[in-house]
């Protein structure tokens, strides 16, 4: 169907790692990938594709990958040949920085498009880490590029794609440039429900896949400072949280920390 050959090769990698960290490896079996008949394909798929269209796209989407959690998905520095999209699960970005840190660059989840960074050099600039067990539908870019080519939609919903991820970045320099501690988290739950909502979540209940350590890596913030911004949150009212079950009480205080912010501009 596709030349598999450089994912294999970085899949093999990626096992063998993971077994050397007492984790289980990515689970590279083979699951036929039906695009037509998923339930997060409006998500992932550009709206109103005909019948054959479908078809097609389904033609491509050769695999799904099974990533246990803790294990890698790729690895910064790793040939790019694939798109991956999230059936399942959670994930972070992140990359190692010169004192050994890990940096957080994103949180993905479900329905989102992951890989994105290795099209501009070919190969990939950071690490795709499983949060939980997770599922990723493969998708190799170079068929895409050409089912593009025949699908005006499809390029279309590709470039949105990479445009969303210009806006996130964005979204990003304004946290870690201008905004205080509260307004981050702020800004950052309610960017979280947002997204959890689209897929059928509350708007009102999370779950958070990440640690305290991870959010504060991701907004630019000491660990403390994250832990320290929850409890005042719930002293003010504002959330309820359990370990990392978190609950908005009031979503109308968490805008109006971040809009206070946006004002000031």
Do not use: W
């Amino acid at each position: 169907m596709f030349d598999a050959k450089p994912s294999a090769r970085g899949l093999s990698r990626q096992a063998e790692a993971a077994s050397d960290a007492k984790m289980p490896p990515i689970n590279t079996q083979a699951i036929k990938v039906a695009c037509s008949n998923c339930n997060l394909r409006e998500l992932c798929l550009p709206l109103g594709l005909k019948a054959e269209e479908l078809d097609r796209i389904d033609e491509i989407v050769g695999i799904r990958l099974k990533v246990r959690r803790g294990a890698t998905l790729f690895n910064n520095g790793e040939k790019f040949t694939a798109l991956y999209a999230i059936r399942t699960g959670f994930f972070k970005t992140c990359i190692a920085t010169e004192d050994g840190r890990d940096q957080v660059t994103g949180f993905q989840m479900a329905g989102e498009i992951i890989g994105l960074d290795g099209i501009v050099n070919d190969h990939h600039t950071c690490n795709a880490v499983a949060l939980e067990d997770a599922e990723v539908c493969l998708m190799p870019f170079d068929r895409i590029e050409e089912l593009s080519r025949e699908f005006t939609s499809l390029q279309r919903h590709v470039h949105k794609i990479m445009s969303r991820e210009i806006v996130r970045e964005h979204g990003v320099m304004l946290l870690l440039g201008s905004m205080r501690a509260e307004e981050r988290l702020a800004a950052f739950l309610l960017n979280l429900v947002q997204r959890l909502h689209a897929r059928g979540f509350s708007q009102s209940e999370l779950l958070l896949r990440m640690t305290r350590e991870e959010i504060g890596s991701y907004l630019g913030l000491k660990l403390e400072t994250v832990s320290r911004t929850f409890s005042k949150f719930v002293d003010d009212g504002i959330v309820e949280v359990q370990q990392r079950h978190v609950r908005i009480v009031n979503t109308g205080a968490l805008k109006l920390i971040v809009n206070n912010q946006q004002s000031c501009q």
